[in-house]
């Protein structure tokens, strides 16, 4: 089954810790993508990835790192959290061609507090 | 600024038409519209996407102005799982998504 994977599904931390959100996809996607939800401000890019070794930011990229060592895997790192990080994040993947004729993949979602 | 701009919120009664509507004034001549829809505690869902034509598949229509500056997201009939937050998004050159604040639909019985 076609599918993007998210781990955890929930995470409650403290402010500081270090933390990494995986995201795995089995379709071959070149494109992946982080996104964040906010009530009243929809979805959020922070990072995508057009290929391996490819990453760029998005629309709110600070306090967040990624990396691209593997076509299926895109990971969120969160190197020092903060309470204005407690949010729904979801990772996201597609085919990245060049007419973006495709349609986009979404994980479950992970819900972070951090307190 | 955002890309696209939806109502809030709309109602409509079971097994009867929704339109939802969508406007994204500064879309580029190479952007795509895509519409997805998100159930409570999921991930976005897809339903739609074109370019410059009217799209139908089996989940709904999409049907773009001629000018493309809107859109609007035909439901032809409504049923209670169609409830849901559905999100009018532009994907753009670098293929980037950028999502609205979504309209959140509820279906009457």
């Known amino acids: 089954e076609a599918q993007v994977t998210q781990n955890p599904r929930y995470l409650i931390t403290v402010t500081g810790k270090k933390l990494t959100v995986t995201c795995s996809q089995n379709?071959?996607?070149?494109?992946m993508s982080w996104y964040r939800q906010d009530p009243g401000l929809g979805l959020r890019q922070i990072y995508y990835?057009?290929?391996?070794?490819?990453?760029d930011k998005g629309d709110v990229p600070e306090g967040y790192k990624v990396s691209r060592k593997e076509k299926r895997n895109f990971p969120l790192i969160l190197e020092s959290p903060s309470p204005n990080q407690t949010s729904l994040y979801f990772c996201?993947?597609?085919?990245?061609?060049?007419?973006?004729?495709?349609?986009?993949?979404f994980g479950q979602g992970t819900r972070l507090t951090v307190v | 600024d955002a890309k696209t701009t939806q109502p809030n919120s709309m109602e409509s009664n079971e097994e009867e038409p929704v339109h939802l509507p969508c406007n994204h004034s500064?879309?580029?001549?190479?952007?795509?519209i895509h519409w997805y829809r998100q159930l409570p505690s999921q991930g976005p869902e897809y339903v739609i996407h074109?370019?410059?034509s009217n799209v139908n598949n089996r989940m709904a229509s999409l049907a773009i102005a001629e000018d493309r500056k809107s859109s609007t997201l035909i439901l032809h009939r409504a049923t209670l799982r169609d409830a849901a937050v559905y999100y009018c998004?532009?994907?753009?050159?670098?293929?980037?998504?950028?999502f609205g604040t979504g309209t959140s639909l509820t279906v009457i019985p």
């Open positions: 500064t879309i580029s001549g190479t952007d795509y």
């Open positions: 998004i532009l994907r753009v050159t670098g293929n980037q998504f950028y």
């Open positions: 074109g370019l410059t």
């Open positions: 379709m071959n996607h070149e494109y």
């Open positions: 996201a993947s597609s085919p990245a061609r060049r007419d973006r004729n495709t349609e986009a993949f």
């Open positions: 990835s057009m290929n391996v070794e490819a990453t």
